[in-house]
């Protein structure tokens, strides 16, 4: 009998710490292919193994059958029936009929419908475009279904985690880096960026800088220039829109706050990519180590 | 009734468009194919007149608040009956969002009857109601959900029961070819992707898991079941579903009327309703419409009221009886452009099937009103003088003069020579006079309509010596000094000359001392 790599402990794991203390979680990846689907299938399952009613939505379109980009194999979202979905009335698949609850916000696929699936059905998820949006999508999910939220995040969506009080789960993997090391840290790149801590009046320095909007590279340049060991203050984590060795340097010369904090609980690590493929259990420890975090690897079964 | 956008503006008329605006998009629809009432409409415009009193006296004014919050959420069935008209296949959003419009209509009949209050016995009529939409529906609406029910298909729940039975097999062969993976390898799929570590298995996989990448370190590989079945109830059932849609848009369809005619409904009733809200707001009364008078009662030009209102200070009634052609004279800030916009504003009330907010009201249904004093900001635009801006706008307003419009002079040739605009107010005032129209015109020049042969009219003016006494700290205080100072009324003038207040208001105001004493000497002495 081989060793035993059941992949139901990391995804209980992961589960337990998206949910343990907020009712939503969003799955948000450092790229494009970094298994952020995968992840959502893996803690939907956990639920269903739980007898746990899971509301589900996407901020990007998500379970379509091939990458839009380049054409590849892309995991479906099978619904099993209970589930409470919103999704783009354009995606609503008209066998096996889902039963209509509600209607909310429009995007480029027509209003956002919410649906309890009523016999197992495999379609495409896509919630609303704006992040006001997605809030409200959420909370009348919440309102809906009374279980916990999980939402399958977008790359360059983000800014649909501001002002929520969601558990947020980084997946990476080898689509956003060719070595481990390189993958490690854009993780840790990305935890930091999300991870600015909150403001604390009784730790601000003399100098306290607020900066509206998105905190871009011109930004970031006059502050570097300007407010050397001032409090820098944005709105949340995802206003900041620099990267790289600019935001490095930036962090390292300010104290970085914001008045919304987010609440990174995880990351997790696919170490399959389009390209290559990376150690799996090396990587998942090279992102635990990078980021401070508790990785996953839920399809390998490889927690750090 | 024709008011170009200078009128609009000093006569209220903006405003008032503003304050009837419909809140939801059927009452854009039914306002955007109505135009106001004219001459020969007099029956029309005193009938929706009499029932928006009646409506604001029976409804609640909270209560009609409501209904028009009711109103705003009725969605709008239209897209969804054009396509069923044409033919196109409906989709179970589409059937939800129809069960929302009957739902929205149950709300608003609702709010309805919470806003009428108990009255004389003929009720007046309640929302538009969808009954055959709502039957058609029925069978698959829940607490607001629509679900496609095996009600609406002979075959469905058959179909239905054979896709679940597939569904079970299916789930039972992936979960057998799952339990095969997990004895060889003692990896659980997560869905149907699994890797499997070469430290951990390097053997085959089981029969129905396949590799779907491989790397010296694992191999990925995903569960698949073929299930001809499964597939096939899944066919038999889209061709049911399908079908019972089908039948479904057809019995919509045949509801179209009906759903046709309460939208236009919806778009009457909201009409109506900003009318109610607005009565309510403003009480008016239910005029007479005449061919020879504008006259009105303690009436209210509420967008100066409102204006006021929020200054902290109260607004004074008017009253005004106009046949024909009048000239309004009286002091500096005595209300004289406020009473030329009352008159307009009332007008166009009339016009617009609005109870005027005066207490009795004898109006003419109007072809046009007309403004003329003070630069507009076209004027502005075309470089005109403010003399020459209102020269060109009484040559416009003399060419489509009638006995159906109404002309509102303010001031008109002030701001030339006093004596050759003098006289040529009096001649346009004559001109007016001959073409039969109304007109008021408010005027500082001295023996306007004695010249002219009309009614000479005044506001009453600043009470004997009540301002020489008062000591104003700032302008506040000075604006308060002078509305209780001031007597708005509009009486028949006294001969003489048409008194200005001026110097005692510029006292009042501020201005030195010594130049308001320099200036009176003057005025005495001339």
């Known amino acids: 009998m081989p060793r035993s790599s059941t992949s139901t402990s990391a995804s209980e794991a992961l589960f337990a710490l998206a949910f343990a203390h907020a009712p939503s979680a969003i799955v948000v990846g450092t790229a494009k292919n970094v298994g952020k689907t995968t992840v959502f299938n893996a803690l939907r399952a956990v639920a269903l193994r739980r007898g746990i009613a899971l509301a589900v939505t996407s901020i990007g379109r998500d379970g379509e059958a091939a990458d839009a980009l380049d054409g590849e194999a892309k995991p479906r979202v099978r619904l099993t029936p209970g589930t409470l979905v919103a999704l783009a009335a354009g995606l609503v698949p008209r066998t096996p009929a889902l039963a209509i609850l509600g209607s909310g916000a429009e995007s480029a696929l027509g209003a956002t419908v919410f649906a309890r699936v009523v016999l197992p059905t495999t379609c495409e998820i896509a919630g609303p475009p704006t992040a006001a949006a997605m809030r409200a999508t959420i909370a009348r999910l919440r309102g809906l279904g009374g279980g916990p939220v999980l939402v399958d995040g977008a790359i360059d969506r983000i800014a649909a985690l501001a002002g929520g009080d969601d558990a947020v789960i980084v997946a990476t993997g080898a689509a956003s880096g060719a070595t481990i090391a390189r993958v490690a840290a854009v993780a840790a790149e990305t935890v930091a960026r999300l991870t600015i801590p909150g403001r604390d009046p009784r730790a601000e320095r003399a100098r306290v800088v607020y900066v509206a909007g998105a905190l871009d590279a011109a930004d970031a340049e006059l502050l570097l220039a300007d407010a050397r060991g001032a409090t820098v203050v944005i709105e949340d984590p995802t206003r900041i829109a620099v990267r790289g060795a600019l935001f490095a340097a930036l962090r390292d010369a300010v104290d970085l706050r914001c008045e919304r904090p987010l609440r990174v609980v995880a990351c997790t690590t696919s170490p399959v990519g389009r390209e290559r493929a990376l150690a799996p259990r090396a990587l998942v420890e090279a992102v635990a180590r990078a980021t401070g975090l508790p990785a996953f690897d839920v399809v390998a079964d490889l927690a750090a | ?526």
């Open chain 2, 1 to 526: 009734m024709i008011a170009d956008a200078a009128t609009a503006e000093r006569i209220g008329l903006d405003w008032l468009h503003a304050a009837l605006a419909p809140v939801g998009a059927f009452g854009r629809r039914h306002d955007e194919g109505r135009a106001p009432y004219g001459p020969g409409d007099e029956a029309r415009a005193q009938a929706e007149i009499a029932q928006v009193v009646a409506l604001a006296a029976r409804l609640d004014p909270e209560g009609v608040a409501r209904v028009r919050g009711a109103l705003r959420a009725v969605p709008e069935p239209g897209p969804v009956l054009a396509r069923t008209r044409a033919g196109d296949a409906l989709s179970d959003v589409d059937f939800y969002e129809l069960g929302r419009f009957v739902d929205a209509l149950d709300a608003l009949a609702r709010a309805w009857d919470g806003a009428l209050r108990p009255g004389p016995d003929d009720e007046p009529q309640r929302p538009p109601a969808v009954d055959g939409l709502r039957n058609v529906l029925a069978a698959g609406r829940e607490g607001g959900a629509f679900y496609l029910a095996d009600a609406f298909g002979p075959g469905l729940r058959a179909a239905r029961a054979a896709l679940a039975g597939a569904e079970a097999e299916y789930e039972a062969r992936r979960e057998a070819i799952a339990a095969r993976v997990r004895d060889a390898t003692g990896v659980d799929a997560v869905g149907d992707e699994f890797v499997v570590l070469r430290e951990v298995y390097d053997g085959p996989l089981p029969r129905g898991a396949y590799v779907v990448r491989e790397t010296p370190t694992y191999r990925t590989a995903v569960i698949r079941v073929l299930d001809p079945e499964r597939d096939a109830a899944l066919d038999r059932l889209a061709v049911e579903e399908e079908a019972a849609r089908r039948v479904l848009a057809e019995r919509v369809a045949r509801e179209s009327d009906a759903v046709a005619a309460a939208t236009r409904a919806l778009g009457a009733l909201d009409h109506t309703l900003a009318r109610v809200a607005f009565a309510q707001r403003w009480p008016g009364c239910v005029a007479t419409l005449a061919a020879d008078r504008i006259a009105f009662t303690e009436a209210t030009f509420p967008p100066l009221a409102e204006a006021l209102a929020t200054r902290g200070r109260r607004y004074t009634a008017l009253s005004l009886d106009l046949r024909g052609v009048a000239v309004l004279t009286g002091p500096n800030m005595g209300g004289k452009s406020a009473a030329l916009a009352a008159a307009g504003f009332l007008c166009a009330c009339a016009s617009l099937g609005v109870p005027p907010p005066a207490r009795t009201a004898s109006l003419h249904l109007l072809a046009r009103i007309d403004w003329i004093g003070g630069e507009a900001p076209e004027d502005r635009a075309r470089l005109l003088s403010s003399y020459a801006a209102e020269v060109v706008r009484a040559r416009e307003t003399l060419a489509a003069a009638s006995r159906h419009a109404l002309v509102l002079v303010d001031e008109f040739a002030r701001t030339t020579g006093p004596r050759d605009g003098r006289a040529l107010l009096i001649a346009f005032v004559e001109a007016l006079r001959e073409r039969g129209a109304f007109a008021l015109i408010a005027t500082h020049f001295d023996g306007v309509a004695q010249t002219a042969g009309v009614p000479h009219l005044q506001i009453a003016g600043l009470r004997a010596d009540a301002l020489d006494a008062v000591r104003a700290s700032d302008l506040d205080a000075a604006l308060d000094a002078i509305n209780a100072a001031m007597d708005y009324r509009i009486v028949e003038a006294a001969a003489g000359e048409a008194g200005s207040d001026a110097l005692a208001l510029a006292r009042l105001l501020g201005l030195d001392p010594r130049v308001v004493e320099r200036a009176r000497a003057l005025s005495e002495r001339a």
